[in-house]
């Protein structure tokens, strides 16, 4: 094609005003794209789909850049707000997905990793309570769970105390959470904090309840059925809780049946101890409907009972095991033994 002279030439000077005033107004976009400030992290893990949610320092257009088992990638769009909930759906049981959180076109760090749910096949999962400390304690578990291979991660409680949420929880698993789901209990610590405002805006639970509140639900993975219940509330016979727990367990056909909630019924601490009127409430329905193992916190130890029934000890496999992982994080009780200790 046959040119001009002056089309070959170098650009006017009014054409190198314009290139360097979209090239400084480029720059200045680049710097001023939402930065990444909390996760991502994952909620409400099944075999087909998960929530992740991420926080940005300022309004962006919320995207996620799907990496699909068979090597194609997809990107699923968002609203614009700095903090994004994108739910991924239509997936495959037991595959593995790598994700990408976008500001706008703009990966905010590098991809990660999660895998639904199968329960065609064995799973493991983290129990870990009372960990919202910054400590160097917290983070000698961390690296424990850092090297176990899981997942899931159930929280037993008391997330945060008073030294805030990133300090006690985002910045020491900013390594955990972008892989391992999580599925979060309502401590004590946790309704104090800010009168639970983080823990409930932080988190999204299925919230399957017929009152639709976020702090007592249930899911399945694998071929258990876990219930998640607030012993903050109430747990008397003919409370929402109990009904609902009630109703939740009787319907499970799941091989496995877990409870979670935060205050110890079966305890040797010596801070705190057993929890004896949730106990009354409690133990009568776990053992009505053969629960398996119930994972508590609240006391800062270790401890595993031999199985139970009617607070009896009984023979393996016709009791109820209850597990206190309360040892997550902070400076840890004394602790004595039972007649109800297994290991302590």
């Given at each position: 094609?046959?040119?001009?002279?002056?089309?070959?030439?170098?650009p006017?000077?009014?054409?190198?005003?314009?290139?360097?005033?979209?090239?400084?107004?480029?720059?200045?976009?680049?710097a001023?794209?939402?930065?990444?400030?909390?996760?991502?992290?994952?909620?409400?893990?099944?075999?087909?789909?998960?929530?992740v949610?991420w926080?940005?320092?300022?309004?962006a257009?919320?995207?996620?850049a799907?990496?699909?088992?068979?090597?194609?990638?997809?990107?699923?769009?968002g609203?614009?707000?700095?903090?994004?909930?994108?739910?991924?759906?239509?997936?495959?049981?037991?595959?593995?997905?790598g994700y990408?959180?976008?500001?706008?076109?703009?990966?905010?760090?590098?991809?990660?990793?999660?895998?639904?749910?199968?329960?065609?096949?064995?799973?493991?999962?983290?129990?870990?309570?009372?960990?919202g400390?910054?400590?160097?304690?917290?983070?000698?578990?961390?690296?424990?769970?850092?090297?176990?291979?899981?997942?899931?991660?159930?929280?037993?409680?008391?997330?945060?105390y008073?030294f805030?949420?990133?300090?006690?929880?985002?910045?020491?698993y900013?390594?955990?959470?972008?892989?391992?789901?999580?599925w979060?209990?309502?401590?004590?610590?946790?309704?104090?904090?800010?009168?639970?405002?983080?823990?409930?805006?932080?988190?999204?639970?299925?919230?399957?309840?017929?009152?639709?509140v976020?702090?007592?639900?249930?899911?399945?993975?694998?071929?258990?059925?876990?219930a998640?219940?607030?012993?903050?509330?109430?747990?008397?016979?003919?409370?929402?809780?109990?009904?609902?727990?009630?109703n939740?367990?009787?319907?499970?056909?799941?091989?496995?049946?877990?409870?979670?909630?935060?205050?110890?019924?079966?305890?040797?601490?010596?801070?705190?101890?057993?929890?004896?009127?949730?106990?009354?409430?409690?133990?009568?329905?776990?053992?009505?409907h053969?629960?398996?193992?119930v994972?508590?916190?609240?006391?800062?130890?270790?401890?595993r009972?031999?199985?139970?029934?009617?607070?009896?000890?009984?023979?393996?496999?016709?009791?109820?095991?209850?597990?206190?992982?309360?040892?997550?994080?902070?400076d840890?009780?004394?602790l004595?033994?039972?007649?109800?200790?297994?290991?302590?």
């Amino acid at each position: 094609m046959l040119r001009r002279a002056s089309d070959t030439g170098p650009p006017s000077g009014r054409c190198m005003k314009w290139l360097l005033a979209l090239a400084v107004l480029a720059a200045t976009q680049r710097a001023a794209a939402a930065t990444l400030t909390r996760g991502p992290y994952l909620q409400l893990r099944t075999t087909h789909s998960v929530t992740v949610i991420w926080d940005m320092d300022a309004p962006a257009r919320c995207g996620l850049a799907l990496h699909l088992p068979d090597g194609a990638t997809t990107v699923l769009g968002g609203g614009t707000a700095a903090v994004c909930e994108i739910r991924v759906e239509s997936l495959s049981p037991g595959r593995s997905y790598g994700y990408t959180p976008l500001a706008g076109n703009v990966p905010l760090r590098p991809e990660s990793v999660f895998r639904t749910d199968d329960p065609r096949v064995p799973f493991t999962f983290l129990v870990v309570g009372d960990t919202g400390s910054g400590s160097p304690n917290q983070n000698a578990v961390r690296d424990l769970m850092l090297a176990t291979p899981a997942d899931f991660l159930l929280h037993v409680g008391d997330v945060v105390y008073d030294f805030g949420f990133d300090t006690e929880f985002f910045v020491p698993y900013r390594d955990l959470l972008p892989r391992l789901p999580l599925w979060p209990t309502v401590g004590n610590h946790d309704v104090s904090a800010a009168g639970g405002v983080p823990w409930s805006g932080f988190f999204v639970t299925p919230a399957n309840n017929p009152a639709g509140v976020p702090n007592y639900y249930s899911f399945d993975a694998g071929n258990a059925h876990v219930a998640v219940i607030d012993s903050n509330l109430s747990t008397s016979p003919g409370s929402p809780q109990y009904t609902f727990l009630d109703n939740d367990l009787a319907a499970s056909t799941a091989l496995w049946k877990f409870v979670a909630f935060h205050h110890s019924i079966y305890s040797s601490g010596t801070v705190h101890g057993s929890n004896l009127p949730v106990r009354a409430n409690l133990v009568p329905l776990l053992d009505k409907h053969a629960v398996d193992l119930v994972f508590m916190g609240h006391e800062h130890n270790y401890e595993r009972t031999q199985p139970l029934r009617a607070n009896q000890v009984v023979a393996p496999g016709t009791g109820t095991v209850y597990v206190t992982s309360g040892g997550g994080g902070h400076d840890l009780y004394p602790l004595r033994t039972s007649s109800f200790t297994a290991y302590a």
